[in-house]
């Protein structure tokens, strides 16, 4: 039982770390704050569970806030 559930932790943190790096790359440098892409990425990588923490709830702007979006 307690084995599944720090395998399931391992999952749950590689996964988050895998949406961060894949969310960072395609993401507009428009919508990109606090710090350059190029940062995000290094801090990422030297930090996987932070970085990818940082990421997601300081490093990229709602696309909410950029108004609405006009589809031609």
Known sequence: ???ALVYAIYVL???L???ALVDCVRTPATRIRM???AGWLIA???FPILGA???RNLGKRSASAEGPVSVA
Do not use: E, R, S
Request: charged share 5%; proline share 6%.
């Open 1 to 3: 039982m307690t084995t």
């Open 13 to 15: 943190v590689a996964v």
């Open 17 to 19: 770390y895998v949406y």
């Open 35 to 37: 710090l350059p892409k």
């Open 44 to 46: 990422m990588v030297l």
């Open 53 to 55: 923490i940082a990421w």
